[in-house]
């Protein structure tokens, strides 16, 4: 079955400690992204990769880091977690990423993260 | 940048009624404006997209319209069911502002279907 899997599902977690939330697409897609969502913000993009090493800041990256090694992961860190990146985060992954590109981005099931 | 206005942000309606939810977006060069649905504990679906170069667009009970003009475009779900009651997002793609497939969203509509 074609699908975008985020791992975990739910997290809490303390101010500081450094976390991972896994993303992994089985489409073969050259482009991925992490976006969050927050009441009344709709979501938003944090980084985007058009393919294998090559990712961009989205509109909201402050906090965050990504690594793009294999095509079909896309991994989202949080170094040092705050309060406020309490969200719950969405992993996206569509055939191609050109700037040109309006292909179906095919979203993941969330993570919901609390950072206390 | 891209700003997309969503409204209602929530909206009920007996099943059997339409439903109508709108759009406005800011920038006259966003060229594709897609429609997600998101039910509860499940990530964002497409349900319909229309490009900028086509006025209306129809699958079954759902339908999009696009003025380009205006800047707005709307989703229409006629005979509403209860399996539609979901929050639904609209959204705009703008290929001069970069970030690759890079969506730019509305804040979401709440909409439910009663019995």
């Known amino acids: 079955e074609a699908q975008v899997t985020q791992n975990p599902r739910y997290l809490i977690t303390v101010t500081g400690k450094k976390l991972t939330v896994t993303c992994s697409q089985n489409?073969?897609?050259?482009?991925m992204s992490w976006y969050r969502q927050d009441p009344g913000l709709g979501l938003r993009q944090i980084y985007y990769s058009m393919n294998v090493e090559v990712t961009d800041k989205g509109d909201v990256p402050e906090g965050y880091k990504v690594s793009r090694k294999e095509k079909r992961n896309f991994p989202l860190i949080l170094e040092s977690p705050s309060p406020n990146q309490t969200s719950l985060y969405f992993c996206?992954?569509?055939?191609?990423?050109?700037?040109?590109?309006?292909?179906?981005?095919?979203f993941g099931p969330g993570t919901r993260l609390t950072v206390l | 940048g891209e700003n997309v206005e969503q409204h209602p942000s929530t909206l009920s309606v007996q099943e059997g009624d339409s439903a109508v939810i709108k759009c406005t977006y800011s920038?006259?060069?966003?060229?594709?404006f897609p429609w997600y649905k998101q039910e509860l504990g499940k990530g964002p679906q497409l349900i319909i997209d229309?490009?900028?170069?086509?006025g209306e667009k129809k699958d079954q009970r759902i339908a999009v319209t696009l003025n380009k003009t205006a800047k707005h475009f709307s989703l229409h779900i006629t005979e509403t069911q209860p399996e539609d009651s979901a929050v639904y997002f609209c959204a705009a793609h703008n290929w001069l502002t970069g970030g690759g497939n890079k969506l730019t969203f509305g804040t979401g509509t709440q909409l439910k279907v009663e019995l």
């Open positions: 489409m073969n897609h050259e482009y």
């Open positions: 996206a992954s569509s055939k191609t990423g050109t700037t040109f590109s309006t292909d179906t981005q095919y």
């Open positions: 229309i490009r900028s170069n086509v």
């Open positions: 920038d006259s060069a966003s060229n594709y």
